[in-house]
């Protein structure tokens, strides 16, 4: 079993940056992140294989956020700049075993930590 904990969110103005960390207890393959806003659904924000070699992004956020990790720390990150109103929500980390889009395709999850972006 493999704990994930977020850290690094927080309270940013418009076009302010912020970075997001996940530490993970073991080591993961797949890594990932998804946002919830208040009353939406889970949506995938990025994710990245194994040995960092690829990265795949949703089209909002493309060219503002960078996802990358650490693997001797088993830390993955998640630099985000250009901040939007929009990108306010509750961002989790997630891992797996293939690197998807889609929620249930991940096995562990974290807790969660807010980003909130205002104008």
């Known amino acids: 079993q493999v704990q994930l904990v977020e850290s690094g969110g927080g309270l940013v103005q418009a076009r302010g940056s912020l970075r997001l960390s996940c530490a993970a207890s073991g080591r993961t393959f797949s890594s990932a992140w998804f946002r919830q806003a208040p009353g939406g659904d889970r949506e995938f924000v990025a994710a990245?294989?194994?040995?960092?070699?690829?990265?795949y992004y949703a089209d909002s956020v493309k060219g503002r956020f960078t996802i990358s990790r650490d693997n001797p720390k088993n830390t993955v990150y998640l630099q985000m700049n250009s901040l939007k109103p929009e990108d306010t929500a509750v961002y989790y980390c997630?891992?797996?075993?293939?690197?998807?889009?889609?929620?249930?395709?991940?096995?562990?999850w974290g807790q969660g930590t807010q980003v909130t972006v205002s104008s």
């Open positions: 997630a891992a797996g075993w293939m690197v998807t889009t889609r929620v249930n395709d991940y096995n562990y």
């Open positions: 990245i294989t194994w040995r960092g070699g690829n990265t």
